[in-house]
């Protein structure tokens, strides 16, 4: 009788069970594995200023379908995983102010991106993108966008609007010029456009007159132009590795450099790795201030 009792228990286990998958047939298998019974919010960390959820290098090739039913989520960080597609259910955590999505493999982003209003950093660097929504132009909150190492050769038009983004990276990407939206937006102070197919820097370059950190390094640019000159603001500028072979008299504008730089990390003048013309290396290796009173003493002779 004990062991008929326990065979009967057992088969209205699975039976439950069964019933209970087949209802939660539409959920991610990482569901399951990631919560092993838990609520979903005790996965939650709760700092002194945000919550934050973190899945980062789980493996996972889909987002778990629980992750929709947490609102409070403020910082969320998918990075480092095998993420295809970011499912348009992400509009429904409306409170996000940080989105890390770094390391997976998605080719586009949805448009309800455009319903995270307090988005302020968006990560999605190193992915497979081809093209960003001109949604994300109504992220208005957004301040940090960085999606350098993808695929892409194009903005659209409308992140013009994006007033309050202050820090662009577009590094390693596919841009054969710098996207005129771009300078647009006047309260960028840090802009990366390195490891592209850039030939020039636009003269519109000087529309961004809170420009502070301004990076071109490993591209295929010509000529210095006499415009970046006026990007007074400017403390570090990296063009190293490329093709410039001049420089513009009007250079000693950019006064806060302070220095010729060496170290990628340093603030100042970077222009190594250039087929500069004589006698500019040897003044570029004797210090910004020798190269800065050349370029003084050329203009007003």
């Known amino acids: 009788m004990g062991a008929r009792q326990s065979r009967a228990s057992s088969k209205d286990k699975g039976a439950k069970r069964t019933l209970l998958l087949g209802r939660r047939q539409k959920f991610s298998p990482w569901d399951d594995a990631l919560l092993s019974g838990r609520d979903p919010r005790s996965l939650l960390k709760r700092g002194m ?15 778990p379908d629980f992750l929709w039913g947490l609102s409070e989520v403020q910082k969320l960080n998918l990075s480092h995983n095998q993420l295809r597609v970011l499912p348009p259910e992400v509009g429904k955590l409306t409170r996000i102010v940080v989105l890390n999505l770094c ?3 998605l080719r586009s982003l949805p448009r309800e991106v455009s319903l995270l209003q307090g988005l302020k950093v968006l990560f999605v660097n190193m992915n497979r993108l081809t093209e ?3 949604e994300l132009s109504l992220c208005r909150n957004l301040e940090v ?9 194009q903005l659209p038009a409308s992140f013009a609007d994006l007033s309050r983004l202050r820090k662009l990276n577009l590094s390693s990407n596919h841009f054969a010029h710098i996207p005129v939206c771009v300078f647009s937006l006047k309260g960028l102070d840090f802009l990366h456009v390195g490891s592209n197919r850039l030939e020039n820097i636009a003269e519109s370059i000087q529309c961004l007159p809170g420009l502070q950190i301004f990076i071109a390094e490993g591209n295929n640019i010509h000529s210095f132009p006499r415009s970046l ?3 007074t603001s400017l403390e570090l500028l990296n063009l190293n590795n490329n093709d410039i072979q001049t420089l513009p008299e009007e250079l000693y504008l950019l006064s806060r450099l302070g220095r010729i730089a060496w170290n990628p990390m340093d603030k100042g003048l970077h222009i ?9 290396p040897e003044l570029v290796e004797g210090g910004l201030d020798m190269l800065f009173s050349y370029l003084k003493d050329k203009k007003h002779n």
């Open 49 to 63: 200023r945000h919550v934050s959820f973190s899945l980062v290098t789980k493996g996972m090739t889909d987002i």
């Open 103 to 105: 390391g997976n493999h």
């Open 132 to 134: 960003l929504p001109a």
């Open 145 to 153: 966008l960085s999606v350098s190492h993808n695929c892409l050769s």
């Open 229 to 231: 000159c006026l990007v």
């Open 272 to 280: 190594s790795h250039n087929p500069l013309s004589k006698p500019l």
